[in-house]
């Protein structure tokens, strides 16, 4: 299973960017699927997840954020608006083939497959 993002890039608060994932090697499991990021000097933390149509999100992105997923393409997207400075950092996608309760979809250690990063920033 390989994962690729693209999509980061620079932006003024108030900006939108879309983020997309490509999951290569599909072999019809069901995968859970998260969005998760890292800035500087701070620990990855968990954005938003998505399993079917369940999706959950982090406090600090709701309402601004959104997750998809077209399964069709197996490609996994964010698209992010409102943008805010303190949202600036590298952007990654993750998968995993264990089941994951709700509560746990945003926990880094739940998911076995990463992508490489994309940065994300954010200018005031």
């Known amino acids: 299973v390989q994962l690729v993002e693209s999509g980061g890039g620079s932006v003024q608060a108030g900006g939108s960017l879309r983020l997309s994932c490509l999951l290569s090697e599909y072999s019809g499991k069901t995968y859970y699927m998260a969005w998760f990021r890292q800035a500087p000097g701070k620990e990855r933390e968990g954005v938003a997840a998505?399993?079917?149509?369940?999706?959950n999100y982090a406090d600090s992105v709701k309402g601004r954020f959104t997750i998809s997923k077209d399964s069709a393409k197996n490609i996994l997207y964010l698209e992010m608006s409102s943008l805010k400075p303190e949202d600036t950092a590298m952007y990654y996608c993750?998968?995993?083939?264990?089941?994951?309760?709700?509560?746990?979809?945003?926990?880094?250690?739940?998911?076995?497959?990463w992508g490489q990063g994309t940065q994300v920033t954010v200018s005031s």
């Open positions: 993750a998968a995993a083939t264990r089941p994951i309760y709700y509560s746990q979809r945003l926990e880094t250690d739940r998911y076995n497959y």
């Open positions: 998505i399993i079917g149509s369940a999706t």
